[in-house]
């Protein structure tokens, strides 16, 4: 008799351990449940902010495009006016170094046509 109250007494404990253990996995779970919404929420919330602030961002970005294309269109006129200069300084540099060149040879041959016939090319002392 005393071993059968002994083993209900067991039986008893055991059960209420048991128990004890469920309730406190299942609290667990709940908590992080919970936790797992609460991160979803923050998320979705960050997200959404996230979302606004691009929107927000939108339009400015679209009147800073517009005034680069509007940079663009104004300088592209004075880049051509300065690709016409740069011709032109290229075509007069490229006439004066020919004009150079041939007021050289023409200094040269006049040189060379105007030293004596027998003259030796070095001095003689």
Known sequence: MKQMIFLA???AALLAFSACDKKTS?????KA???????ETKAKEAKEAADRQIEKAK???KELGDKAKEATKDAQPK???LGEKAKDATQDAI?????AAGSAVENLKNATSASPAGASP???P
């Open 79 to 81: 880049l051509e006016e």
């Open 95 to 99: 006439e004066k170094t020919k004009q």
């Open 122 to 124: 070095t001095p003689t």
């Open 26 to 30: 299942d609290d667990l779970k709940e």
């Open 33 to 39: 449940e919970d936790a797992k919404q609460k991160v």
């Open 9 to 11: 007494t067991v039986a």
């Open 59 to 61: 339009p400015k970005l």
